[in-house]
């Protein structure tokens, strides 16, 4: 069945996905900074609504205060989007007092470094050269997590199904030797092997 054999051939990447995975979260997208530090967008936006919720005395130290409150008194609006924050802050730092324009030239180089941070090499190829290695990363670990939730469920109530697909298709062992490391003949294993893999499609497909 079609099914099968998609299930099949997951199982087969399975190890290469993790090493992939390995790789990608190990990428460097600045100094100090990993992919995966970047791709975890859920725990940052978390992070953000919380600190929203607290006074900024709480988080912010006096200079980072004196900054906040001169981009109150000089932006006219807060936009979505880094580089559109970058944009507004250039723009008002041109009619701000002297006091306040030095406050917001050190606000522009802090977020300058976020989107060079983001960009890793720099410049807008490296910027989208990230965003694409995060989508990546993303998809790679909703794929493994699929394939390890169907296992886990399978593992429940037919471990030696579970095992059979894991020594056969992700460990890549011959016929052989997985039905010599079960116990059983030929036969049974193709038996074995085949409900295995509709419970597979099931639990995907549900």
Not at 33 to 47: F, G, I, K, N, T
Not at 119 to 132: L, P, Q, R, T
Not at 133 to 138: A, D, G, M, V, W
């Amino acid at each position: 069945m079609k099914e099968e054999k998609q299930v099949i051939d997951q199982l087969n990447a399975y190890k290469r996905l993790k090493a992939r995975k390995k790789q990608l979260e190990g990428t460097s997208v600045g100094p100090g900074m990993r992919l995966s530090a970047v791709s975890e967008d859920d725990h940052l936006q978390e992070l953000h609504r919380q600190l929203r919720k607290l006074p900024s005395y709480m988080y912010l130290d006096e200079q980072e205060q004196r900054i906040e409150a001169a981009a109150h008194a000089n932006l006219s609006k807060y936009p979505i989007g880094t580089k559109a924050q970058l944009s507004e802050v250039i723009r008002s730092r041109t009619a701000a007092n002297p006091e306040d324009e030095k406050l917001l030239r050190e606000l522009e180089k802090k977020i300058e470094k976020v989107l060079e941070a983001r960009a890793g090499s720099g410049g807008f190829e490296g910027y989208m050269g990230v965003i694409d290695k995060i989508s990546e990363l993303q998809d790679i670990e909703k794929q493994l997590q699929a394939i390890d939730q169907a296992l886990e469920a399978l593992e429940a109530y037919e471990p030696d199904y579970a095992r059979l697909l894991k020594l056969r298709f992700i460990e890549g062992k011959p016929t052989e030797f997985v039905a010599s490391e079960l116990g059983i003949v030929d036969r049974t294993f193709r038996r074995w092997k085949q409900k295995a893999l509709a419970e597979v499609v099931r639990f995907l497909s549900g």
